[in-house]
């Protein structure tokens, strides 16, 4: 990782634009954001209930979407943790993060899409680095080791295709090869004290 940790820092910094044209227009940016959601939902039950291929600016969505929580989606959740697809999403739903919830259940089941993972996830940490870079220019952030703590690692199947875990295992489990790699041949040393790779 010390060989590669020059391009990547180079590579971090050049997203340090797009950050800048967020932050100058937020509205803007947040407009295109729901533009482009609504227009990959269109053709889905959920789309077609609502009207996406309709819903060209926020007053349209506000006017024709009304506000749902999770109980309200709930049901269209369900029928994909069931097999279904094309429901909330126009791709194909094979992940879903278990999350502790404040409504009725004990738990929520978050559908988790390649691209919420891409666009979501694995952006924002490319922007966390390069801030990070951006404001320590001389960092050696990625030549030594790091410590992640998340939430258990644990994967459960949902049905044929689909699995679910926590977010730390779903993240894991779909990480981009350079966010698992490990160049250190040495066992490591779990929590628990017991070796492991």
Same mark, same amino acid.
């Given at each position: 990782?010390?060989?590669?940790?020059?391009? %990547?820092?180079?590579?971090?910094?050049?997203?340090?634009?797009? %950050?800048?044209?967020?932050?100058?227009?937020?509205?803007?940016?947040?407009?295109?954001?729901?533009?482009?959601?609504?227009?990959?939902?269109?053709?889905?039950?959920?789309?077609?209930?609502?009207?996406?291929?309709?819903?060209?600016?926020?007053?349209?969505?506000?006017?024709?979407?009304?506000?749902?929580?999770?109980?309200?989606?709930? +049901?269209?959740?369900?029928?994909?943790?069931?097999?279904?697809?094309?429901?909330?999403?126009?791709?194909?739903?094979?992940?879903?993060?278990?999350?502790?919830?404040?409504?009725?259940?004990?738990?929520?089941?978050?559908?988790?899409?390649?691209?919420?993972?891409?666009?979501?996830?694995?952006?924002?940490?490319?922007?966390?680095?390069?801030?990070?870079?951006?404001?320590?220019?001389?960092?050696?952030? @990625?030549?030594?080791?790091? @410590?992640?703590?998340?939430?258990?690692?644990?994967?459960?199947?949902?049905?044929?295709?689909?699995?679910?875990?926590?977010?730390?295992?779903? @993240?894991?489990?779909?990480?981009?090869?350079?966010?698992?790699?490990?160049?250190? +041949?040495?066992?490591?040393?779990? %929590?628990?004290?017991?070796?492991?790779?």
């Amino acid at each position: 990782m010390k060989l590669l940790s020059p391009a %990547i820092s180079s590579l971090a910094r050049q997203r340090l634009w797009r %950050i800048e044209g967020w932050k100058a227009h937020p509205v803007d940016a947040q407009r295109e954001v729901l533009q482009d959601l609504v227009t990959s939902a269109q053709y889905t039950e959920f789309g077609r209930k609502y009207n996406f291929s309709q819903l060209f600016n926020v007053r349209a969505f506000k006017q024709a979407v009304p506000i749902h929580e999770y109980d309200d989606l709930k +049901p269209y959740i369900q029928r994909i943790m069931d097999g279904e697809q094309n429901i909330l999403w126009n791709t194909p739903v094979y992940w879903f993060a278990k999350s502790s919830g404040t409504t009725s259940d004990k738990s929520k089941f978050i559908p988790v899409t390649e691209e919420s993972l891409e666009d979501c996830h694995y952006k924002a940490a490319k922007d966390v680095l390069t801030l990070y870079y951006q404001y320590n220019p001389d960092s050696d952030l @990625l030549t030594g080791k790091g @410590l992640v703590i998340g939430g258990s690692h644990t994967i459960n199947p949902v049905n044929q295709e689909a699995q679910y875990g926590d977010l730390s295992a779903v @993240l894991l489990q779909n990480s981009p090869f350079l966010g698992a790699l490990d160049t250190d +041949p040495r066992p490591q040393r779990g %929590i628990d004290g017991r070796m492991g790779k």
